[in-house]
């Protein structure tokens, strides 16, 4: 048995959909490691709400979101940092686990690696963002051999340098997700409203195919969300809002596809396999995690990276894919059972 310490996302509280897919990602991690016998206690900022587990709250400002940094951009810390506020606590406490498991993608727990007596385990849930982050991975990844978890391939490309690191991959609970063989007309798109993650290429994508296409996630930056209103206010796209998991997968089964349209290189892509869970194949940039997750063909397409005629060709396609195909691959490639294997592998082999 082991006992185990989760330091959540310093960005905003879990269950508000700010962290994007690190929420999921530490909660369905918490489930499958309390199911195996383990001791999840999880550190996280206040107002923090996960079905049927406790944080404990910590308070202070939140984290900025790091995607909109550039390579030099600095690494920079509020007054009364949550982050900081939260690792003080994990110092005091540490003494009581067997392994700290960082879910922060910044600078500070890295630094801290050597400062604590418990070995800290660290879930890197983006690609290479910052010059001051990478150092510090690079500094880790030599220090600490495989102390760093990744989720993909594609990902780790991001980090060159690194020697001594597991990846991850990563998995749902799919029971969760009811799989739907009779779709309506309208096409998806989900995810955090904000640049990186290029809603626009999807909206223009359903306008050339002249299909219906809803929105779904936290809106983020509200200056991109009003350009992309104002912009494309001739398209058919809706915004639905954003939704827990299980009025999600209850909204989204019903797609014909959904359009993974990303600028930045995505660490793995939660969306993709929540929507091959319930059937719906998925149309991808093939480009980062997505690449490695969407088999072309066969649980949708992989287009080229920011080609909208593609796009528009695999919408065009989509009926060829058979959506009991990427419910079976999920189940087999990305149950909770394969993410707890892969983790409890890692954590074990830190333990000692
Ligand atoms: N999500 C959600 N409700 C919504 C839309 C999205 O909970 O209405 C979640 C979704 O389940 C996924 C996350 O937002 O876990 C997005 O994660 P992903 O890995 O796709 O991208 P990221 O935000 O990490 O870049």
């Known amino acids: 048995m082991l006992r185990l310490l989760f330091l959540s996302t310093p960005v905003g509280p879990l269950g508000s959909g700010i962290g994007g897919g690190v ?104 690609g290479s963002m ?4 990478d150092d510090m991975i690079r500094q880790v990844d030599i220090s600490f051999p495989y102390t760093i978890g990744v989720h993909t391939q594609e990902q780790a490309k991001t980090f060159p ?56 996630g936290k809106i983020q930056d509200i200056d991109y969300w009003n350009n992309i209103q104002t912009k494309y206010s001739d398209v058919d796209f809706q915004y639905e809002g954003f939704f827990d998991t299980s009025k999600l997968q209850e909204k989204i089964r019903v797609s014909k596809a959904i359009l993974v349209t990303p600028k930045w290189i995505e660490a793995f892509g939660n969306i993709i396999i929540e929507s091959l869970a319930c059937g719906v194949p998925v149309i991808a940039y093939k480009r980062g995690g997505p690449a490695g997750l969407v088999k072309n063909e066969e649980t949708g397409f992989l287009v080229t990276p920011d080609n909208i005629s593609e796009l528009v060709h695999a919408i065009k396609n989509i009926e060829k894919i058979d959506r009991k195909k990427c419910r079976d691959y ?15 592998e890692w954590m074990l082999m830190l333990k000692k």
């Open 161 to 216: 340098f690194l020697k001594n690191f597991y990846i991850l991959g990563n998995g749902i609970d799919v029971p969760l997700y009811k799989f739907c063989d009779n779709p309506s007309n309208s096409f998806s798109w989900i995810g955090r409203i904000s640049p990186e993650k290029g809603l626009e290429d999807a909206i223009l994508a359903a306008k050339t195919a002249n299909v219906k296409l809803k929105i779904f």
């Open 130 to 133: 910052t010059e001051a982050i």
């Open 23 to 126: 929420e999921l990602t530490l909660y369905n991690l918490a489930k499958e490691m309390n199911k195996r016998g383990h001791q999840v206690k999880i550190i996280a900022p206040q107002q923090s709400s996960l079905p049927y587990i406790t944080c404990q709250e910590i308070p202070g400002i939140w984290q900025e979101m790091i995607q909109s940094s550039k390579r030099d951009t600095p690494i920079i810390f509020p007054r009364n940092s949550v982050l900081a506020n939260m690792w003080n606590s994990a110092k005091k406490v540490e003494d009581n686990y067997d392994l700290i498991v960082n879910f922060a993608f910044d600078w500070l727990p890295l630094y801290l690696t050597p400062f604590f007596k418990c070995t800290i385990a660290h879930l890197i849930s983006m």
């Open 330 to 344: 999920v189940e087999i490639n990305y149950s909770l059972k394969v993410l707890g294997d892969r983790f409890e």
